[in-house]
């Protein structure tokens, strides 16, 4: 099986970066543009980075077991239900010492996505008193990590998992739960030793490649000395592999594309539910900046001083949320740009500790009648000062992390050789009233094939999720199933966020 585990990585990793002439069998899975690895050549178009929109608050941490340190927030949505799990913990600057209150870990649920409960669970004490939504107290309450379990054979009695632990305590340790609510542990020894672990580590099923994968806290550089780690240099990610979630291995530390070496705090990487052979990850960019003019102009610098007495950077360090995709879960590409940037100058931003984004996004309703579902995202704010930080919710279009866009002067993209299985092509696009898309599918010489030249293909116009492309022919793509082919997207001020071929019944069951 680590035979098997090993070639499968392999595989991956180079028809992600090596071969570009090759045709690559996408099936009838959908691709997205978070990565390069279908773009074959792009004219006068760009892939387009996109950013959440800003939505209400949709969880307060104002109990006395939470406060301004609580973070490391899961999501997982169960049917109707989702589910938050997140840390509890006082943490503040006080006469310039930094102050840490006791670490829970707790939980809330929803229904819309848009405001939280949290429900009273009697389940352990905190001051006296049992009535909380405490779910766990001891060994890796820091940063506790649960999961869903998604692999097929899973027993009902370990429906939910996680991961949680810090160096001090050993390593990771191993969790499951049949209700994600009553927790144990699953082994009395960490399964994962090596590495800092000071961050929120966290584990899931890929469905891809049939292992379970974890993700965690480690520092370039890091050296062991017989039994002892000792970190160095930046904050890092690495990973590991296993088959039965006790025993690890393959482990690896995650390299990046065209991206500098910087300091990463969490990672939140997990297959993108909708193109699950993609892992997509949110990982928090942590950025000393020192005192000066502009650090002095962001907002509530009282307490910005006050932090800065502790330590420099509790007071002048920033955070934000960035974006990176993989599909053998250790080449990812990174954008260097931000995906949630600190945003309006506001109270509670700007600050160490603002947009840790959740781990996991989730699919809820539109506000706008009649609007396609969207992604849900959850981000920190207000940490490190006070009694209380909060979650905001924000949101993104479905599968609009990147596009490929062209201006009114027009623009295209072509891929990389492809095979695919279906009978008609699907595309998630946005144009303006008078912007159009048009596709072309060729052959590997780059010649049109009949009948799917751009000059057969209706012009395609609107804003929506899952628009069948038809030429003159109409839209079956049947009779090209499973050949080498190239596809020309042409682009008039438009949007293209993902492609799908699929078939007629497969498009109206997954609606």
Not at 3 to 23: E, F, G, K, N
Not at 176 to 183: E, K, L, M, P, R
Not at 449 to 465: E, H, K, L, R, T
Request: glycine fraction near 8%; hydrophobic fraction near 40%; include cysteine.
């Amino acid at each position: 099986m680590v035979v098997r585990s090993i070639a499968i990585l392999s595989l991956l990793a180079t028809w992600c970066v090596a071969d570009t002439t090759s045709p690559i069998d996408i099936g009838s899975r959908r691709e997205l543009f978070v990565d390069d690895v279908l773009v074959q050549s792009l004219n006068n178009a760009r892939r387009q980075l996109h950013h959440p929109v800003a939505r209400e608050i949709a969880i307060v941490h104002d109990a006395a077991w939470e406060g301004a340190g609580s973070g490391y927030h899961s999501m997982i949505r169960d049917g109707d239900r989702l589910r938050m799990y997140y840390r509890g913990s006082a943490l503040g600057v006080e006469k310039g010492r930094l102050t840490l209150g006791d670490e829970v870990y707790c939980y809330a649920e929803s229904r819309d996505g848009l405001s939280f409960a949290k429900p009273t669970l009697e389940l352990f004490e905190f001051q006296g008193s049992k009535q909380n939504n405490i779910i766990w107290k001891g060994v890796g309450t820091h940063n506790f990590a649960p999961f869903l379990d998604a692999r097929p054979d899973c027993p009902a009695s370990s429906k939910f998992k996680a991961l949680g632990g810090q160096a001090a305590e050993g390593g990771l340790f191993a969790f499951h739960s049949a209700d994600g609510i009553h927790w144990s542990l699953m082994s009395e020894q960490p399964v994962v030793t090596r590495g800092a672990f000071d961050s929120q580590n966290l584990a899931f099923w890929d469905p891809t490649a049939s292992l379970y994968r974890a993700y965690f806290r480690t520092f370039t550089a890091g050296v062991t000395t017989g039994k002892e780690w000792k970190p160095a240099g930046f904050r890092a990610i690495r990973t590991a592999t296993s088959r039965d979630f006790l025993t690890w291995e393959n482990e690896a530390d995650l390299t990046y594309k065209n991206s500098p070496v910087e300091h990463l705090y969490t990672n939140q990487i997990a297959p993108y539910p909708r193109a699950p052979h993609i892992l997509i990850g949110f990982p928090t960019r942590y950025v000393e900046r020192g005192w000066s003019d502009s650090m002095r102009a962001l907002p509530e610098l009282a307490q910005r001083e006050q932090r800065s007495a502790a330590h420099l950077r509790y007071g002048t360090a920033l955070t934000e949320g960035l974006i990176m995709a993989s599909r053998d879960g250790v080449h990812f590409e990174r954008w260097n740009e931000a995906f949630l940037r600190p945003g309006p100058q506001r109270p509670k931003t700007w600050l160490y500790g603002h947009q840790y984004i959740a781990w996991n996004t989730v699919v809820t309703q539109s506000s706008l009648p009649g609007a396609p579902d969207e992604i849900s995202l959850y981000a920190s704010e207000g940490s490190w000062h006070g009694k209380e930080n909060e979650i905001r919710r924000y949101t993104l279009r479905m599968d609009g992390f990147v596009s490929v866009s062209a201006p009114w002067e027009g623009g295209e993209m072509l891929t990389r050789p492809i095979k695919f299985s279906g009978d008609r092509l699907e595309l998630n696009f946005a144009t303006s009233a008078a912007g159009e898309v048009r596709v072309e599918i060729q052959d590997l010489e780059g010649k049109p094939i009949p009948g799917f030249a751009s000059s057969d293909c209706a012009p395609i116009f609107g804003d929506a999720i899952d628009r069948t492309v038809t030429w003159s022919g109409g839209s079956q793509v049947t009779r090209l199933a499973n050949q080498p082919i190239r596809l020309r997207f042409q682009l008039r001020d438009a949007d293209l966020y993902a492609f799908q071929f699929g078939s007629a019944i497969e498009s109206s069951s997954s609606k």
